[in-house]
């Protein structure tokens, strides 16, 4: 197999470019009907010419040579079917390379990543067999029924990889399996996601749920559904948001709601959504609630922010153990987080 071939046309996508963009990125000193023998596998490019692509590509040259091959299943976009083809090609192919990278050094320190899940033998047909599929797998995962501290982190250590990647399109997160059914895999928009935790941590669980319940067979707004009560579910357990509030309540104080959102991590819309669904409020007071929500415009902006990490050092932990106990050269922990050895020295302070 022509590895170099597929990993020159990924590393082109990655920077959405096309064959005539590429060319011109590198002044063409090459067309762009050479390049495509390069992707077609007909031509192998000399060293210097691969020092130039990956110059223009922002990859080591070592990248080229990878063996490694990724097959991505069948892709969740949230909100995203009407995006630009490129852009979603653009999103998928670095999200092929950081996981290929994170699961390299995995592979190098010898560590298990096989995903069990907990919860495939229950079948969804309601919102109680969210509530029980939600449960199930906080026993699971020994969480009890408090606050989580960090759901990417939490996600993480349970063998889901997690990948933050920045577009400038409108979208949250998607989600797939990778290798069959052996690596689940949540990729969330950095741009969107950074300056909310609170919505980043209902994201990652919400593809969680795509990821791990019988549910993406089901009709798109149920689907839709199931998913956002599996989230708020995962963030605040029925037994634990009764307490909260009290029991049945006929209002809601929007102080109240703010400092369960900072206990719990989650929005004071997805509170009063999931007090709803659990009968602790009536039908109509919710949509009174929304209402006021609208008219004060906290809809998008919600009038105290949740100040809570979510951000995963696994990657960066792995790396330095493996670089510490000699499992990896400089230059290959340096390959590993995509940069130049010069580059990884200065920004991680190695001597």
Known sequence: MNY???????????????????ADKINNRITKQSLSKYELGQVVPDSEMIGILSEALGVRPDYF????????GTIEFRKLESYPAKERTRIVEIA???????????QILGIETRFENPVSNISIHSFLDIEKAALKLREHWGLGTGALSNVIELLEDHHVKVLEIESTE???????????????LIVLNK?????????KRFTALHELAHLILEVNH?????????????????????????????????????HELAAIKQQYGISMQ??????????????????????????????KNEPVAYEGSEHSNRFSQLLFRALAEDFISMSKAASLKNQKLAEFRKENMVI
């Open 65 to 72: 040579f990878s063996d490694q091959v990724l097959e991505f």
């Open 270 to 299: 997805a509170l009063v959504y999931r007090a709803k669904n659990l009968g602790l409020i009536s039908d109509n007071y919710f949509r009174q609630f929304y209402a006021m929500f609208n008219q004060l415009g906290y809809r």
């Open 96 to 106: 092929k390379d950081e996981l290929g990278r994170y699961l390299e050094l995995e």
């Open 191 to 199: 741009a969107k996601l950074n300056d909310a935790p609170d919505r």
């Open 170 to 184: 409108e979208f949250d997160g998607f989600c797939t399996w990778v290798n069959g059914k052996n690596i689940p």
């Open 218 to 254: 089901l009709p798109e707004n149920q689907k839709e559904k199931f998913c956002h009560a599996f989230a708020t579910a995962m963030l605040i357990p029925e037994e634990r948001l009764r307490i909260e509030l009290g029991g049945k309540r006929t209002k809601l104080s929007f």
């Open 4 to 22: 170099f071939a597929e990993r020159l046309k990924s590393a082109r996508l990655m920077n959405g470019l096309s064959l005539q963009g590429l």
